[in-house]
């Protein structure tokens, strides 16, 4: 089959597609014909060795749609031919063939394109886990997505937003505000504007933000303590330098920063999260936006695209 294999560390230009055995089935797991693949920022980090868990070489992405081509004798629930979705895998989602455990598969909604389905797991499941389990939202709060034009910021907007909540966030270009508003922000700004912090707190009649769903903590970290209200929440998604801030600042309002990472999730978090998800796409209030296809040959592309600043929607591989 064929797979984009990385190598070694290094740029975009060392995902090469090459010629790989497909895999095999064996007990307890799912080998599922990819129709597509999703590119996700931790993807880069993978491929470049600034994750040092990655084994070189590997075939990288953890999202993936298609339909189910073996199956264990072993595993239950899943029939040949089904539609399905990844929630990571075994042996890498850039490629024709991806083969899973059986806990890592989910079924696709009827209404659900693959494209669509393979910007599921990793930009969703991030945006919800964020979102209650680690910011502890609750309806009727205020809920600032700082950075909500990509992956993950369209799906927190659509999370927050049927979940209850007033959805401010922000995004560097008319386009990315564009999206943002079409995805259901009560309220979008700028963030490149100098006056968007003080836009923000007079919105909030000075009351401040509850939770802030932060996607570039090196440039925001410190504006966002300013922008929190009383006991409020960041949850750090993303995050790519570092950043100096003054610890007073969390004193006062009594203010908490967390991280997450989406594979700290436990497996019972994980079908509660995923569950909640079906429900929202057969419902209609959550549908991906996909901002490139690209075929797999072009994976390098990809990410370049999605580490530029102002992404919009989710970059997908086509297989």
Do not use: W
Not at 183 to 189: E, I, L, P, T
Not at 197 to 211: C, F, H, P, Q, Y
Not at 222 to 251: A, F, H, S, W, Y
Not at 254 to 274: D, K, P, Q
Request: hydrophobic content about 40%; charged content about 20%; overall charge neutral.
């Amino acid at each position: 089959m064929n797979a984009i294999v990385v190598e070694k560390a290094g740029g975009p230009e060392v995902l090469q597609i090459k010629q790989v055995d497909t895999p095999v089935c064996e007990p307890g797991t799912i080998l599922v014909k990819v129709h597509a693949a999703g590119i996700n920022p931790v993807d880069t980090y993978l491929r470049s060795g600034d994750y040092p868990i990655a084994k070189f070489p590997f075939t990288p992405g953890f999202d993936a749609a298609g339909v189910i081509e073996s199956i264990s004798p072993n595993v239950k629930g899943f029939r040949l031919g089904d539609r399905v979705y990844t929630g990571f895998n075994i042996s890498g989602a850039y490629a024709e063939y991806v083969l899973c455990h059986d806990h890592q598969v989910y079924a696709l909604p009827d209404r659900v394109e693959f494209p669509e389905g393979a910007c599921i797991n990793v930009p969703y499941a991030t945006a919800y886990k964020a979102l209650y389990l680690k910011g502890h939202a609750k309806p009727g709060e205020y809920v600032l997505v700082h950075g909500g034009s990509g992956g993950v910021g369209v799906a927190a907007i659509q999370l927050a937003r049927a979940g209850g909540f007033t959805v401010i966030a922000t995004a560097g270009t008319d386009q990315g505000l564009n999206l943002i508003n079409q995805c259901g922000a009560h309220h979008a700004f700028n963030h490149n504007s100098p006056s968007y912090v003080n836009d923000i707190k007079s919105l909030t009649a000075d009351r401040g933000i509850d939770v802030i769903l932060e996607m570039l903590a090196n440039v925001n970290l410190e504006k966002d303590l300013g922008l929190l209200g009383m006991n409020g929440r960041v949850v750090v998604i993303g995050n790519r330098g570092r950043v100096e801030i003054d610890p007073r600042l969390t004193m006062g309002k009594e203010l908490s920063i967390t991280g997450m990472a989406l594979f700290n999730a436990s497996s019972s978090e994980l079908r509660s999260i995923h569950s909640a998800l079906k429900a929202g796409f057969d419902n209609g209030s959550l549908k991906p936006v996909i901002g490139h296809q690209l075929p797999l040959a072009e994976a390098a592309r990809g990410h370049e695209l999605v580490m530029k600043p102002g992404s919009y929607g989710k970059i997908v591989l086509k297989i």
